[in-house]
C-alpha cells in the first residue's frame, strides 16, 4: 500500500524559498494525483497545489499567486512543492495527499484525496 511521507519543513526568512518533498514507498506515483494542503493558523486546512496523474497538469490556490511550483521526481518517486517568495502567512503545517486517478484535471478539495502523509512544519518569520 502506498505511503507518504513529507520532508523539508524548516524556518524560513520573509521573502525566502523552500522545497518540500512528498516521498512515497509500497507504490509508484506515477498513477496518482497527489496534492499538498496545509493548516495554518487560526483556519481550516486547505488546498496549496496538486498535479495530475495524467499529463501531469497541475492547480494552486488563488494565494499561491505564481509564487509555487509543484512537479514529479519519478526516479525518486516523490513530488515536490518548489515555494518561492514566502511570506508570514504562509506559515503552517503542510500535508501530502494522494489518490488513484485517469482524471486530466486534479481538484484542491481535501475530501478528494484518500491517502495522508503525517505533515511537515513550515514557519516563515525573521
Known amino acids: 500500500q502506498l505511503q507518504l511521507v513529507e520532508s523539508g519543513g524548516d524556518l524560513v526568512q520573509p521573502g525566502g524559498s523552500l522545497t518540500l518533498a512528498c516521498s512515497a514507498s509500497?507504490?509508484?506515483?506515477?498513477?496518482?494525483?497527489v496534492a499538498w494542503s496545509r493548516q495554518t493558523p487560526g483556519k481550516e486546512r486547505g488546498g496549496v497545489a496538486c498535479?495530475?496523474?495524467?499529463?501531469?497538469?497541475?492547480s494552486f490556490g488563488d494565494f499561491v499567486k505564481g509564487r509555487f511550483r509543484i512537479s514529479r521526481d519519478k526516479a525518486k518517486n516523490m513530488v515536490l512543492l518548489q515555494m518561492n517568495n514566502l511570506t508570514p502567512e504562509d506559515t503552517g503545517n503542510y500535508y501530502c495527499a494522494a489518490v488513484p486517478s485517469r482524471s486530466l484535471i486534479c481538484r484542491l478539495k481535501d475530501y478528494e484525496y484518500s491517502l495522508w502523509g503525517q505533515g511537515t512544519d513550515l514557519t516563515v518569520s525573521s
Open positions: 509500497g507504490e509508484s506515483l506515477d498513477t496518482y494525483s
Open positions: 498535479i495530475c496523474a495524467v499529463a501531469s497538469s497541475t
